[in-house]
Structure formats: structure tokens, C-alpha cells
């Protein structure tokens, strides 16, 4: 079936329309193809390309008593989503560890945290606390190296948070992590916190000096999100003399200027009980979801922020109130298209449609009943390379 | 006007301020055969109807557009999309290249390496061995292709 041939950039067109699994396989063509899907302004090319459709939509599940995590992946077109044996993490996954996703999916590649469900209350074991980059699309992985925290044994430590981000300046991947100090025997201001970055180039990690002052209540299953090139976290500070409360903020790390800064949350008007709170991005923005964590409520109401100029208090409106629902156990986030994802007290993906007011279940076809969804992504394949450490070019 | 070399051929002649009966303009197109051309005039009209049709309403263009292409591609041959893609680029018509570039993506994404070379007119210039090295590293990317 011969025909008329086409021009190399007609081609590469073509091509870069092509899925990831389709790419990989076409390397075996010839060598300029090969050369071409590894060229950093074509990988770019190819991503922005699937960029513009919806993403597909993972989830993890986690089983209830061995704490083992799965993924399943939900392509927009589909209603049902199926337990994609691909996206099985090809590390960890031991008993008893938490494996989560920092923050999101960045330029095809994934953040993921192993860190023990029993936390010890003195030193961590750090060989149980293990981050690696994944691209699932091109089944390549990296476990970050150990980094092991070094003080003196009267002095306890815990990991304080971790966040994962991508530095556009410097085309480089980087994780934060934070570890926290604290010295019963000491009367006095505490050791400061610890601030190291690993970048990918270097696959290294080194110290920072810079000043956090607030305390991250770390949990990347609710309280933490990447948005304008930052990781964010929901964090308070304890305010000086006491009795004064505990004032709640939002802590973000800039990954190029690797410095933190604070983000004032919203005035709450009615605070009578316990109020629970999901973070979120929703249309480029910081959101938030407050709701009620009172045991005997079956039906919940929702009330979600928005904070329209980035960093601006005054700019956080409460924008829309969902419910009662029932049946919901939490919020999840919001997907890329706006719609509110929660967990049913069954433990599946519920979405919320704003515009129908409707609800729909996510299935997925071969998971037991023991798994409950944990945490939400957008997903977009790319070709980045992590162990050829190819440069995303912007 | 969306066929923008024609475009530029009318923009050129204004410039040189010939007068002449603009429904009997001979236009040479040297580079594109009458049948790639009929398709292209038919959608391109097509398109332009469809535009009108829905005035407003931009979600009822795409979708009227996408049963109209579909419908294009079950009467186009896989080798007529390449003499397509060529007219549309010549013509400079961005949508059209746009869906038959889409169009040969979705034809070949499920196909193997053979089918591939075959339909760009390709060669293997790997070294011995070469190949099957890459071949057994990305193993399971050949998994559910489809036949030849």
C-alpha cells in the first residue's frame, strides 16, 4: 500500500497525535523515528496535544486492614471504569504502608509516597518513607535515593510533609520534604524545621535554608495541592501568648524560588461545630470544601470557596453550596471539568454534576469491596523520560 | 476564504491590479490532483454550511461536524488520506489538514510496525540486532495490535 510520501513535518504531525503506547512501539520503525520520540520539542508537542482533551481521571482505592493501594483509571468517555492492571505501581505496595500521590500529575509523570500506617512517635524508620517518580505511560520509574535525617538520639523527628513539583525555569523535577524536630529536654525555641529539595537533574537532595514558620497538617489525601508551579498545604500556626487558638492557613513552596509563603484562609461565618475541609483547585483556582463532620448527619451540605485572585484574602468567595446529598461520606476534589468528586460511604467515586445537580457512581469492574477511594488525579500521558532525565521543553 | 493559497492567489492579483471576470479566474493548483481537491472543495462548503446552520451555537458545529466527518471516512480509502493531507497542506487548510492528520493517527494507531512502514514508505535502518533489542524492551506495547 504504497502512497504518495508525505514531508517530515506532515509526519510528525501525525504523530504526535498518536498515544504513548503507540509511540513506544513505532521506535522499532526506523532510527529517526526513534531519535524523534525522545526530541525534547516533539515530547512536548505530543503532550500538549493530549493536554487539550479532557485527561483521563485515577483514582486509588485503598483495602481497609492490609492498607494496600490500587489505581484505576477512568477515560472520560467511559461511565465505568475498570481497574487498569497496567497502572500497577511496579514498586512497593508492602503491608501496612500508605502509598499516596503528592499533589498531581505533572507533565505525564507521577509523584508517588510510601510511608508507614503506624507512625512511631520517635525515630522514623527512613527506609519506610519512600518517594519515586512514575511514568505510567511509558512504564519507567525512579525511587528517589534515602535520604536519612541525622540528629542527636535525645532529639525526636518526624516527616513533617512532602510536596512534588516541577521547576519551569530550570526544566527539572522536584521533591520538597520538610522534617520537624522536637526536644522534650529543652527549655527554649525548638531546633528549626528542616528544609531539603531533591531535584531530578542532580538526583540528589540538599538542604535549604529557608524560614517556615507554621506547622503543616500533612495529608496528601485532603489537605495538600500543586497549582502555579507551588505545592500547597493546609498548615496552621499556634499564636503566641497563649490562650490564643491556633490560627489556620495555607502554606505554599514555589519550586523555582524555593521559598514558602503563607495564604490566608477564608472568614468562616458560621462556625458552630466541627467543620471538615478538602483542598482543591477548581478552574485554575484554590478551592476549598467545608463541611460538617457531626456523626448523625446523613445527608451533607457542601460549601465551596474559591479564592479567584491567587494569594489575595479578600479575593476568597464562597461559591456555590451542593446538598443535602446522601449516602457521601467526603469530598474528593473536583475534575478537570468541573465536576465535584466524592467518596459514597460505600467506599466508591461519586461525581457531581453543578449544572444537572445530578449524581453519578463510578464502577470499577474487579475490585472488592474492601477497597475505598482515597484520592483523585488528572491524568495526561507524555513521553517524558525520568531515568534518560529528558527535559521537558516549554 | 479558506483555502488560503487561493487566497493569496486573489490578494496577489488585486496587487497587480489586473481586472478580469472573477468567476471565469483560472487558478493553476499544479500540486493537487481534481479528485483530493473535489473532497476537499465538498467539506470545505460542508463546513462553511454547517458554520451557518448553527450560527451561535458551537457545541452543535462540532457535533454536526464529527457525524459529517465520520461519514467522509467510510467513503475515503486509508491511501486517499495522504493525497488529502498533501492538497490540504498546498492549500493551506487548516482544518482539513487538521482532521485528516487526526484521521491517518486514528487509521494507524493500532497497526504494526509493518503496516506502518508500508504506509510512509519506510525502511528499517537499524543495525543487527538493533531492532530486536528495542522489540523485546517495549514488549508489551505490541500487545493487542491489530492484523495485518
Redesign the interface.
Known amino acids: ?7 517530515e513535518s ?2 510528525e ?3 504526535s ?3 504513548v ?2 509511540l ?8 529517526s ?2 531519535t524523534l520520540f525522545q526530541n525534547p520539542g516533539f515530547i512536548a508537542k505530543h503532550h500538549r496535544h493530549f493536554s487539550q482533551k479532557n485527561p483521563t481521571l485515577l483514582v486509588s482505592h485503598r483495602e481497609l486492614i492490609t492498607k494496600n493501594t490500587v489505581l484505576s483509571s477512568h477515560p472520560v468517555s467511559n461511565d465505568n471504569g475498570s481497574l487498569d492492571l ?1 497502572l500497577e505501581t511496579p514498586f512497593f505496595n508492602d503491608d501496612m504502608q500508605e502509598l499516596n500521590i503528592l499533589g498531581a500529575c505533572i507533565n505525564g509523570v507521577i509523584c508517588l509516597y510510601d510511608r508507614p500506617f503506624l507512625i512511631s512517635n520517635q525515630h522514623p524508620n527512613d527506609d519506610l518513607y519512600r518517594i519515586a517518580l512514575w511514568n505510567p505511560a511509558i ?1 519507567e520509574f525512579k525511587v528517589l535515593p534515602t535520604r536519612h535525617v541525622h540528629c542527636p538520639s535525645h532529639v525526636d523527628y518526624t516527616y513533617e510533609g512532602f510536596g512534588f513539583g516541577y521547576d519551569h525555569k530550570s526544566n527539572d523535577f522536584k521533591v520538597v520534604r520538610i522534617v520537624s524536630f522536637w526536644d522534650d529536654s529543652i527549655v527554649g525555641p525548638d531546633r528549626p524545621p528542616l528544609v531539603e529539595v531533591y531535584t531530578l537533574s542532580t538526583d540528589s537532595w540538599r538542604q535549604i535554608d529557608t524560614v517556615l514558620d507554621a506547622s503543616i497538617l500533612s495529608d496528601p489525601c485532603k489537605s495538600e495541592i500543586y497549582l502555579n508551579g507551588a505545592y500547597h498545604w493546609l498548615a496552621y500556626r499556634s499564636e503566641q501568648p497563649w490562650p490564643h487558638g491556633d490560627t489556620e492557613l495555607i502554606i505554599s513552596f514555589d519550586m523555582s524560588n524555593e521559598v514558602f509563603q503563607i495564604i490566608k484562609m477564608p472568614e468562616l461565618e458560621d462556625v458552630s461545630g466541627m467543620i471538615l475541609k478538602n483542598f482543591s483547585v477548581l478552574n485554575d483556582c484554590l478551592a476549598l470544601i467545608f463541611y460538617s463532620a457531626e456523626e448523625t448527619v446523613t445527608a451533607k451540605n457542601f460549601d465551596i470557596w474559591m479564592m479567584y485572585e491567587y494569594g489575595v484574602k479578600e479575593s476568597w468567595i464562597k461559591q456555590f453550596v451542593v446538598g443535602p446529598l446522601v449516602g457521601i461520606e467526603r469530598p474528593l476534589g473536583f475534575a478537570k471539568n468541573g465536576e465535584l468528586l466524592l467518596v459514597g460511604n460505600n467506599g466508591l467515586v461519586v461525581l457531581y454534576n453543578f449544572g444537572s445537580g445530578e449524581t453519578k457512581k463510578l464502577e470499577v469492574g474487579g475490585l472488592p469491596d474492601s477497597f475505598h477511594a482515597l484520592q483523585t488525579i488528572a491524568y495526561v500521558e507524555s513521553l517524558v523520560s525520568i531515568t534518560s532525565r529528558i527535559v521537558f521543553q516549554n | 476564504m479558506k483555502f488560503c493559497a487561493v487566497k493569496q492567489y486573489f490578494d496577489d492579483e488585486n496587487n497587480n491590479n489586473i481586472t478580469s471576470g472573477a468567476s471565469t479566474t483560472m487558478i493553476p493548483l499544479p500540486n493537487v490532483e481534481s479528485h483530493p481537491l473535489a473532497i476537499l472543495i465538498t467539506y470545505c462548503k460542508k463546513h462553511l454550511k454547517i458554520k451557518a446552520n448553527n450560527a451561535d451555537n458551537k457545541k452543535e458545529t462540532e457535533k454536526e461536524m464529527e457525524q459529517y466527518e465520520q461519514e467522509l471516512l467510510k467513503k475515503v480509502m486509508p491511501q486517499e488520506l495522504t493525497e488529502l493531507i498533501l492538497a490540504a497542506n498546498y492549500l493551506n487548510f487548516k482544518e482539513a489538514l487538521d482532521f485528516f492528520c487526526r484521521a491517518v493517527a486514528s487509521a494507524i494507531q493500532n497497526k504494526s510496525i509493518e503496516f506502518v512502514r508500508k504506509f510512509f514508505g519506510l525502511e528499517s535502518d537499524f543495525e543487527l540486532g538493533e531492532e530486536e533489542k528495542l522489540r523485546e524492551e517495549f514488549a508489551w506495547s505490541f500487545e493487542g495490535v491489530d492484523e495485518d
Open positions: 500500500m504504497a502512497s504518495a510520501n508525505l514531508p506532515l509526519v504531525d501525525i504523530l497525535r498518536l498515544p503506547k503507540s513506544k512501539r513505532f521506535t522499532c520503525v526506523n532510527k523515528w526513534s497496567n512504564r
